[in-house]
């Protein structure tokens, strides 16, 4: 038997202007410690190689994380219902040009901060790896 969580009335959906407030804040939050920890660690970025194999790679790894989330979204009830509730409260109020900049703002960001910027500070290692993950 599944256990049901009642709706909470006290969660009202975010606007429109509330959600890309927060996402524009965020990202810029993000982006200003990247470029104190560049200009205060004395590092250098990653460069950015764009290849054909690196292209399938990772439409790979997006298809096969997208894959999963679904069938973890099918299979487990209170993570469908976590999701549901995600969309009503952040998700309803955006345009089709909002939700691309929700896909790419904030984790272009992060990965700047975290794969870009602490990566090589930690070290180009396992431990480099999982500390900039975790």
């Not at 256990?3 to 524009?24: C, H, S, W």
């Not at 272009?108 to 999982?130: D, H, K, T, Y």
């Amino acid at each position: 038997m599944t256990k049901q969580i009642p709706d909470n009335p006290e969660l009202e959906p975010l606007t429109r202007i509330q959600v890309l407030v927060a996402m524009g804040i965020t990202a810029v939050v993000l982006l200003i410690f990247a470029k104190l920890w560049l200009q205060l660690g004395k590092l250098t970025l990653l460069p950015i190689k764009f290849t054909p194999n690196a292209l399938v790679i990772g439409l790979a790894m997006g298809l096969a994380i997208t894959g999963a989330s679904g069938l973890v979204y099918r299979l487990w009830p209170a993570y469908r219902q976590s999701a549901e509730v995600y969309l009503k409260l952040i998700l309803k109020p955006l345009i089709i040009p909002d939700l691309m900049w929700l896909g790419l703002l904030p984790g272009m960001s992060e990965e700047l901060l975290f794969r870009g910027v602490m990566l090589p500070a930690v070290g180009l290692n396992a431990i480099g790896i999982i500390a900039s993950s975790m």
